[in-house]
């Protein structure tokens, strides 16, 4: 087993970010420098091949279940690997997504939209409608119970939004506010109040589009 440390000098991927900076390290090489070392039998590039290649075939489905059947590939790395993905999309997005009408957060949530199961979602924004995070809450049948105000609001105050979306899918495809998404709503507008946090919108999704609390004016 090789450690970065072990490799020819001039092949080693952390000399060469050191020198050349990230853009000249190909997607192995970038890879070895957060992986820091292979495994009995399989060196550290080897082991970025055989991850890269994953990445390859099918990036968005990537999982910790997946990611930990590559051989020699255990739940400590593979969440590494998974927590520097996420960590670099939150970054990506925040510089760049921006959200200013429903049917924003539709395109942005839209995969949820065909979800077997019902998912509660926040948006968290700055005061330029930039997105901060996009998380999911819980995954379950939404009732007042499950959705507690501190689970949407602690995250927006970590992050120092000035607003928050929140959003969840009808499994059965319907287009209306159920008398639950109604009363979940208001309680979060209070809240919201409360926080200096505005709650923005509601947006409920199904596969055929989306029903916006906002545009109804039930906000």
Do not use: W
């Not at 490799?7 to 900076?21: T, Y």
């Amino acid at each position: 087993m090789k450690r970065i440390s072990e490799l020819h000098q001039l092949d080693k991927p952390r000399e060469k970010l050191a020198r050349k900076g990230t853009q000249a390290l190909n997607n192995e090489e970038l890879l070895a420098v957060l992986l820091g070392s292979g495994v009995r039998g399989k060196d550290v590039r080897k082991l970025s091949r055989e991850i890269i290649a994953l990445f390859d075939r099918d990036f968005d489905a990537l999982s910790l279940k997946n990611l930990c059947e590559v051989h020699g590939l255990g739940p400590a790395k593979a969440s590494q690997i998974l927590a520097a993905i996420e960590l670099s999309r939150r970054y990506l997005i925040r510089s760049n997504r921006r959200i200013t009408s429903a049917e924003e957060v539709y395109e942005e949530l839209v995969e949820y939209g065909a979800k077997k199961q019902e998912h509660f979602l926040t948006i968290t924004l700055d005061g330029a409608s930039h997105i901060i995070s996009t998380r999911t809450v819980f995954i379950g049948t939404l009732n007042q119970s499950m959705v507690h105000p501190r689970e949407v609001f602690a995250d927006a105050i970590s992050d120092r939004a000035a607003g928050v979306i929140v959003a969840h899918n009808h499994p059965s495809g319907t287009l209306e506010a159920s008398r639950a998404d109604i009363q979940i709503t208001q309680r979060l507008k209070e809240v919201g109040k409360l926080t200096g946090i505005e709650l923005l919108d509601h947006v409920i999704l199904s596969r055929d589009g989306y029903y916006s609390f906002s545009e109804e004016g039930l906000l």
